[in-house]
């Protein structure tokens, strides 16, 4: 079955405004508001989890302090926050709880399975409940700091600390019937902690940790089909690191975001240049000390660090790379009272949303959004979809505002345009049969298409599996 990988839509006058992040250019009314309710969860939340749905839901799982420590996931469907199934669905109690969505749009949770003996477990929502994939507790020894990514393909990966292996760094993969690991099982040169696993765009497992065989700074490694390798030096950090967040650009190039001890425990960011890592900007570039850091990119390309702001009395702050600088997203300090468990994701219109433990609401999960106030009117961009995707046939195409200059082009990197069509009525029919297959590979707010000679980035505006793209 054929992807639908890109499709380059000059639909004018819209394509000067969607290019960047709404909140880019956004007037100085826009503030950070609470979604739904403040402390919505029944208890005390621990390991704030956030990701959209493929609608644009946002979910949050947590170990729930109101369900005997068990996991619990909970969606906001724009009015409220509702339950997923059934709060505290896990056996016993649960730990390090990770929150992904598949390509095919089911929410996964992995996490530190108590009555496993502390092993790792992977549960999904199947639409009424939660279920095991594969079996409870598959992992070799106790799994500590599960992380869940998803490979293009739609496998389940899981990095954690395995202590069966001396509590270095192991991860599974779930083949349909089976957990496998990946490579050989504590891979890493001693002790991985904090880690976060993401896959690049050609589906290439990649694992950032605190690494304890290199002084406690930060080790990146991937799986290059054989053997786990170093992505550059080992250690690279200037000093030791913590809470660290791993994650890939809309480029493709791998960014990781820490704690930095060698710069004052403030945050600082790493790119993955091909050679080495280099500093996003100036390393330690947060106010004052911050934990709980989370990288995310915006639609624009440019990535953001939502964290435990120690300058700002422990408060949740997010900034932004804008190419020059790092720049605060809003007003710094912006949650009610100190947070914990920080986890940042952007809406399918681009607005960057914060989940944490929430001590202004007595320790009860909170989400926040940057957003226009109540009365307040976003500016408008024309609406877009594209449908079905993936599709093999035909796609639609449907859009609000039409001109003498509306055109639909799909083109290759190299500018050869392999469908052009005028827009002429709301609602358009495409064959596209005659292209050639390609991969998709799909990550948290950004999309990658690989067809031969082609790489173009998707802007996130209108649907998560539907996109627009401006080519280049």
């Known amino acids: 079955m054929k992807n639908l990988f890109y499709i380059l839509m000059f639909i004018f006058p819209v394509v000067a405004a969607a290019q960047q992040s709404w909140y880019n250019s956004s007037p100085s009314y826009a503030a950070w508001m609470n979604v739904g309710n403040a402390g919505f969860s029944a208890g005390d939340a621990y390991n704030t989890s956030l990701a959209f749905s493929l609608s644009g839901e946002p979910y949050v799982a947590y170990s729930d302090v109101g369900n005997s420590y068990k996991a619990t996931v909970m969606k906001f469907n724009g009015t409220s926050w509702i339950i997923v199934g059934n709060a505290g669905f896990s056996a016993s109690e649960a730990a390090g709880t990770s929150l992904a969505f598949s390509p095919s749009g089911i929410p996964y949770v992995a996490y530190y399975d108590a009555g496993s003996s502390g092993k790792a477990t992977v549960m999904k929502y199947d639409g009424t409940n ?33 202590g069966l292996n001396y509590s270095k760094a192991t991860v599974m993969k779930f083949d349909g019937t089976t957990w496998l690991t990946v ?24 694992v950032a940790y605190v690494d304890r065989g290199n002084s406690q700074k930060a080790t990146v490694m991937k799986f290059d089909g054989s053997n786990w390798v170093n992505v550059g030096n080992a250690g690279f950090s200037a000093g030791q690191a913590d809470y660290i967040s791993l994650t890939f650009s809309p480029f493709g190039a791998p960014y990781i975001a820490y704690q930095d001890y060698g710069n004052s425990k403030k945050a600082t960011v790493k790119k993955f240049d091909g050679t080495n890592w280099v500093n996003v900007g100036n390393a330690g570039f947060s106010a004052g000390e911050e934990g709980f850091t989370s990288l995310a990119f915006d639609q624009s390309g440019e990535p953001n660090v939502a964290y435990n702001d120690i300058g700002h009395s422990g408060k949740a702050t997010v900034m932004k790379f804008n190419g020059t600088n790092w720049v605060n997203v809003g ?3 912006f949650s009610a ?8 994701a952007f809406s399918l219109s681009g607005q960057p949303y914060v989940a944490y433990k929430d001590f202004g609401n007595s320790g ?23 449908y079905p995707n993936p599709a093999s046939t035909q796609i639609t195409i449907e859009t609000s505002t039409i001109t003498s200059q509306s055109q639909l082009s799909i083109s290759n990197l190299g500018g050869q345009q392999l469908i052009t069509r005028q827009i002429t009525l709301p609602k358009t029919q495409v064959d596209i049969s005659t292209l050639p297959q390609g991969v998709w590979s799909n990550g948290t707010v950004d999309c990658f298409i690989e067809r031969n000679d082609l790489w173009v980035k998707f802007y996130l505006l209108y649907g998560r599996q539907y996109r627009i793209c401006w080519g280049y």
């Open 130 to 162: 939660w279920v095991n994939v594969g079996n409870t507790g598959f992992s070799l020894g106790s799994a500590g700091g599960t992380s869940l990514a998803f490979s293009p393909s739609g496998e389940p990966y899981v990095a954690y600390t395995d």
């Open 183 to 206: 490579g050989n099982a504590g891979f890493s040169a001693g002790e991985a902690d904090s880690k976060s696993i993401a896959l690049s765009p050609s589906g290439q497992p990649y």
């Open 337 to 344: 009272g100190v947070v914990q468990y920080t986890s940042l």
């Open 364 to 386: 009860k999960a909170t989400v926040m959004k940057y957003d226009y106030p109540t009365g307040i009117i976003e500016p408008q961009h024309s609406q877009i979809s594209v």
């Open 331 to 333: 007003t710094p300090g």
